[in-house]
Antibody, heavy 117, light 110 residues
Framework: EVQLVESGGGLVQPGGSLTLSCAASGFTFSSYWMHWVRQVPGKGLAWVSRINPDGSTTTYADSVKGRFSISRDNAKNTLFLQMNSLRAEDTAVYYC??????????WGQGTLVPVSS | QSVLTQPPSASGTPGQRVTIYCSGSSSNIGKNNVCWYQQLPGTAPKLLVYGNNQRPAGVPDRFSGSKSGTSASLAISGLRSEDEGEYFCAVWDDSQSGVVFGGGTQLTVL
């Protein structure tokens, strides 16, 4: 059974940093593009970042470019999102997603990151 | 404001057919394949349609997608109470070099 389990969310002050993790199981993690997508509670979805299967190519939304960094450890089947210089507008539920927009698209349950003083 | 435009709400009675529309541009829907997601209350989004009109395994054929030019649509036939939730369209945008989503359509089954 495919599983994506996000962790690392929690309250952080503006200007602070946080690292999210996504533990993958039930599939060959190293074969898939992985993405982070966020959702302000009660609002729409926003794509954050993606990384290719071997970790050599990354892409970011303009809203997080220069502040967030996506990475992966294929030996440990884990995806990461390092978030720096956090702002109130980064407050959201962050989802780890396998193969976004493809037939193997699969979402984790998300982790909440409130940014507030 | 979302790059893709969806109506904020839609409704229908059990058994009816409802269509949700998604409007984009030449840099997204006009060039790339559209996906549709269903998000039930308190859960993560789930893929309903990919490649404009393909259904993943397990998705009932009551759900069907189509695309024409820079617009796409999701039709739900034989509406059921369990279909109540939010529906999002999504596509790769060549201008933004990223995935863009519609603002979502809240479907109510009356």
């Amino acid at each position: 059974e495919v599983q994506l389990v996000e962790s690392g969310g929690g309250l952080v002050q503006p200007g602070g940093s946080l690292t999210l993790s996504c533990a993958a199981s039930g599939f060959t993690f190293s074969s898939y593009w992985m993405h982070w997508v966020r959702q302000v509670p009660g609002k729409g979805l926003a794509w954050v970042s993606r990384i290719n299967p071997d970790g050599s190519t990354t892409t970011y939304a303009d809203s997080v470019k220069g502040r967030f960094s996506i990475s992966r450890d294929n030996a440990k089947n884990t995806l990461f999102l390092q978030m720096n210089s956090l702002r109130a507008e980064d407050t959201a539920v962050y989802y780890c997603v396998r193969s976004l927009l493809g037939k193997d698209d699969y979402w984790g349950q998300g982790t909440l990151v409130p940014v507030s003083s | 404001q979302s790059v893709l435009t969806q109506p904020p709400s839609a409704s229908g009675t059990p058994g009816q057919r409802v269509t949700i529309y998604c409007s984009g541009s030449s840099s997204n829907i006009g060039k790339n394949n559209v996906c549709w997601y269903q998000q039930l209350p308190g859960t993560a989004p789930k893929l309903l349609v990919y490649g404009n009109n393909q259904r993943p395994a397990g998705v009932p054929d009551r759900f069907s997608g189509s695309k024409s030019g820079t617009s796409a649509s999701l039709a739900i036939s034989g509406l059921r109470s369990e279909d109540e939730g939010e529906y999002f369209c999504a596509v790769w945008d060549d201008s933004q070099s990223g995935v863009v989503f519609g603002g979502g359509t809240q479907l109510t089954v009356l």
